[in-house]
């Protein structure tokens, strides 16, 4: 099952990236994955920790999967608000990619340490809602290496929002 949740993760970030500029990653030369961490390099899914160097046997951390899922599937980022992003904010790299997973509703509660979420809204004269926003509270804490179940239940996340926007997409048109 593990096998099948990372190939599928692989496959869906291979076919669903764009192309982006040439890579050389000096320490992945002898490394069993170099071909798809090229592959992937080349497609903009991932990014090494310098020009030269990728670190294939390193720790992945919740933001760096985070990013690597969002731009293998196309879920957009968004802009940081501040007091809306968890732990993160403007100044961490991968905040708007939290902000962008947040505003889907693609974050598992379990991801979040402390978690707690409100609704902000506004209603007319007549009791209608004219604004509504879900404030999230805790901490997802991106420096974390992420665990095999975070990765599979976030590929699934992001697995099942592109089906259901594909999906509705396809009916509207």
Request: net charge neutral.
């Amino acid at each position: 099952m593990k096998k099948r949740i990372i190939a599928l993760s692989m496959a869906v970030m291979i076919v669903l990236s764009q192309t982006v500029s040439a890579v050389n990653f000096t320490d992945i030369t002898n490394h069993w994955a170099k071909d798809s961490i090229m592959t992937l390099a080349k497609k903009g899914v991932v990014n090494g920790v310098t020009d030269t160097e990728f670190m294939p046997d390193g720790a992945v951390t919740r933001a760096q999967y985070l990013k690597m899922i969002m731009e293998a599937t196309g879920v957009k980022t968004a802009p940081v608000r501040t007091g809306e992003c968890l732990d993160a904010d403007k100044n961490d790299w991968y905040c708007d990619y939290l902000q962008g997973a947040l505003d889907c509703g693609l974050i598992p509660k379990d991801m979040v340490t402390g978690y707690s979420e409100s609704v902000d809204y506004k209603v007319d004269e007549n009791g209608n809602a004219t604004y509504t926003k879900v404030i999230y509270k805790g901490a997802f804490n991106g420096d974390l290496p992420i665990k095999r179940e975070e990765m599979a239940v976030l590929t699934q996340y992001m697995y099942q929002y592109t089906r259901t926007i594909l999906t509705n997409s396809k009916t509207l048109s």
